[in-house]
């Protein structure tokens, strides 16, 4: 739904202006001026992101998790008018509201509009999935690293969980790198001080 609330989406304003009595702008180029779909929309079919970050150099994209509900988890690079398929799909699965721990065996690939449902970049197993294998409580996203102290890491996503289940201070680290269309491969990051885990509920990165 892009045209009665703006639940469930990325929103772009312009801080320095006022319009139709608003107390932001609408930036010009934003995807549904003009068109049905609210104007301050910028990207839509979330269910629950929660920590974002651009690239601060190279391509300057936008990074952001979406929490999952019961089996997958996912980071996305959000891009202008861009479908990201919730409550269809959970990450590249198709989502089954009846029994949310089940996905179905098909589901639509474009919206109403045609628009493309967007796979995420990184998925990661919910810990209620029922295959087992599941390690995340919720995903918390981080930042390409563009320091200098850590060369390996240059231009690598650096990412995390919450934890591993809900009453254990147990998050975990990972880092991904950029391959290019399709999802990224990832591995987990051991810090000297916490072999296997940060020790603590992890909830965001500066």
Known sequence: DITQNLKGNFLRIDVNTTSDGKAYGIPPDNPFVGKPGLDEIWAYGFRNPYRFSFDMSGSRRLFAMDAGQSRQ????IVERGGNYGWNVKEGTECFNAANPLAPLPTCP??????????????????????????????????????????????????????????????????????????????????????????????????
């Open 73 to 76: 988890e996912e980071i996305d």
């Open 109 to 206: 690939q474009v919206d109403p509009m045609g628009n493309r449902l967007i796979d995420p970049l990184i998925q990661l197993k919910n810990w209620l999935h029922p295959d087992g294998g599941g390690r995340a409580t919720t995903i918390i996203a981080g930042h390409v690293y563009r320091g200098n102290n850590l060369p390996g890491l240059q231009g690598r996503y650096i990412f995390g969980t919450f934890s591993q289940t809900p009453t254990t201070p147990n998050g975990e680290l990972f880092v991904a790198k950029n391959q290019g269309p399709g999802m990224w491969a990832y591995e987990e990051i051991e810090l000297a001080s916490h072999p296997g885990d940060v020790g603590y509920y992890l909830k965001g990165f500066g």
